[in-house]
């Protein structure tokens, strides 16, 4: 059998909450996987940046998808849209030219063995794995394979639970196969999908956890059946993020209206482009007084985490290029929620979404418990036992890359060991 690696990603499962008693099979994989301890996201700590960076291999800066909401210039100023909707990366394409601006995985690998994606979170996301049609994706909202040739079948589900639990079994019976794509990556759900709408820690969201675990399980023994001593499939299991719980919804964009930094809602001097617990601002000219006049109000109000701008965006792994000006992280409190759950922080109010009341959970920042995903690694060359070395999502990809006896060139992050 040749070399395959399988991924399965348990979108906004946080390190904090694997145990022996709500997630068996993770904590098991503790005795016989690679753990990387201090793995962290990547900011901002959204889903769509996310499955961009596990891409790529590459940070923000570098392949060019700064969030679940983006501003872009379609010919008549910045807008905001959502990365998340089905025709974002159309749109995206016709205004720049082209998708991403890194080589994804499913690029990589379309000589050499192919990818598969099978994904149960936004369209958005799940394209952004594979957006220029180099291997297979499937998903809700429509599927695709090579040349984004439309496939005759979309999954018939709906996000959460049962959609889960329906694409893991047919990703386990027609992917985990000894015979089987190079990459095959399983995105879940869950628990993003509940955490949004009841409160971490909650009867919900730990019931939302122990579905994404006998997920995980059921791919781990798949895995084993097609190759028990562990030497040639590797399994990558993961999250993407953590989460915080909400405290308060604030309305940035109408504050800076309101202070007289913004025309109006539709003006395109400033664009807000909310992001759950972290907010990115574009400006027409980023030479502009404004910038500054915007980075000095935000400091001063009391959502306000840190503000971060200029030459300063790299070290967040954002471009410090215009249209870009401003990152904002909003404020963190280590308090505890109605169910013992510490973390929570405000968040930004946002056009595209109505979820994440507060009392509920959000993501996007610099949080301690949002920028702490899990992350193991289980066959091939990985001995077990804990590493505590710095890790990040854009490093996932350069270790798949190097168990495929393939060069990572060009990629920001590192193979792990």
Not at 95 to 114: F, I, V
Not at 306 to 324: D, K
Not at 336 to 359: I, K, L, M, Q, Y
Request: one cysteine or more; a negative charge; glycine letters at 10%.
């Amino acid at each position: 059998m040749t070399r395959r690696v399988v991924i399965v990603v348990c979108d906004s499962l946080g390190a904090r909450f694997i145990d022996a008693r709500r997630t068996p099979t993770l904590h098991a994989m503790r005795g016989s996987a690679a753990e990387f301890t201090c793995a962290r996201s990547v900011f901002p700590s959204t889903t769509r940046t996310s499955s961009a960076s596990m891409a790529t291999g590459c940070y923000p800066m570098e392949h060019g998808l700064l969030g679940n909401t983006m501003v872009i210039d379609e010919g008549q100023g910045l807008v905001c849209l959502s990365a998340g909707a089905p025709d974002f990366l159309d749109r995206l394409r016709k205004a720049t030219g082209q998708s991403l601006k890194r080589p994804t995985l499913a690029q990589r690998l379309a000589n050499h063995g192919g990818a598969v994606v099978m994904s149960n979170v936004s369209p958005g996301a799940a394209y952004l794995h594979d957006p220029d049609g180099h291997g297979h994706v499937y998903h809700r909202q429509g599927s695709y394979g090579p040349g984004r040739a439309r496939l005759p079948e979309s999954p018939p589900i709906a996000v959460g639970m049962a959609g889960d639990a329906w694409l893991t079994e047919r990703f386990c019976r027609d992917f985990v196969r000894s015979d089987g794509p190079a990459l095959a990556l399983l995105w879940l759900s869950e628990p993003d999908h509940t955490a949004h709408h009841h409160p971490l820690g909650s009867s919900a969201h730990l019931a939302a956890i122990a579905h994404a675990d006998r997920c995980v399980q059921q791919v781990r023994e798949a895995i084993r059946a097609i190759d028990p001593n562990d030497k040639e499939m590797l399994m990558i299991a993961c999250s993407d993020h953590g989460m915080e719980t909400v405290h308060r919804r604030i309305d940035v964009e109408s504050g800076l209206i309101e202070a007289g930094l913004k025309a109006s809602h539709q003006s395109t001097d400033v664009v807000v482009a909310p992001n759950g617990t972290s907010v990115l601002f574009y400006f027409e000219d980023c030479g502009s007084p404004q910038v500054d006049a915007v980075a000095r109000w935000l400091e001063a109000q009391d959502f306000c985490g840190r503000v971060v701008q200029g030459g300063e965006l790299g070290s967040l792994g954002l471009p410090a290029a215009h249209p870009l000006g401003l990152a904002l992280t909003m404020r963190q409190y280590d308090v505890p929620n109605a169910f013992g759950v510490h973390g929570r922080s405000d968040t930004a109010a946002s056009p595209f979404s109505s979820s994440s009341a507060p009392g509920c959970a959000q993501h996007g920042g610099l949080g301690p418990n949002e920028q702490h995903p899990f992350l193991f690694i289980e066959g091939g060359a990985f001995e077990p036992g804990p590493r505590r070395q710095a890790v990040s999502l854009v490093d996932i990809a350069p270790t798949v890359l190097r168990h495929l006896g393939l060069p990572p060139d060009g990629m920001q992050g590192s193979a792990l060991h």
